[in-house]
């Protein structure tokens, strides 16, 4: 099905970076435009985009994928799965995390 996308030479007007895998192989690639445009820093298969909030969404299906699965609860607190990564989380349930309400600070400035 998707090998088909190989010969896709019309993918001129991409600004970034696509690469698509099955069963583990790579079988289409292509980078275009500028990774930064005022340095005129061309964007390639390698680019690390900044992507910063644009995950939440696909993170949140993801979890409660699991919920749906039983794998998780949406009560379980957080403490035992996350064991270790430096930030107090007492009480922080999935719900919490999910909801963005779990009263954590900001992270990126805690010592660790």
């Known amino acids: 099905m ?11 007007h991409l600004e970034g970076a696509v ?9 289409f690639s292509h980078a275009n435009g500028f990774a930064h445009r005022g340095y005129r820093a ?3 298969e390698a680019t690390r985009f900044g992507i910063a909030s644009g995950t939440k969404l696909f ?14 609860a949406l ?3 957080v403490a035992p799965i996350l064991p270790d990564i430096g930030i107090e989380l007492d009480g922080v349930t999935v719900h919490h995390l999910l ?14």
């Open 75 to 77: 009560d379980e607190h």
């Open 2 to 12: 998707y090998k088909k996308l190989i010969a896709l030479p019309e993918l001129t």
């Open 99 to 112: 909801t963005h309400t779990s009263g954590i600070g900001d992270y990126f400035t805690k010592r660790r």
């Open 19 to 27: 690469s698509i895998h099955q069963q583990g192989e790579q079988i």
């Open 42 to 44: 061309s964007n390639t």
């Open 59 to 72: 993170t949140a299906v993801a979890i409660l994928r699991l919920v749906e699965e039983g794998k998780v």
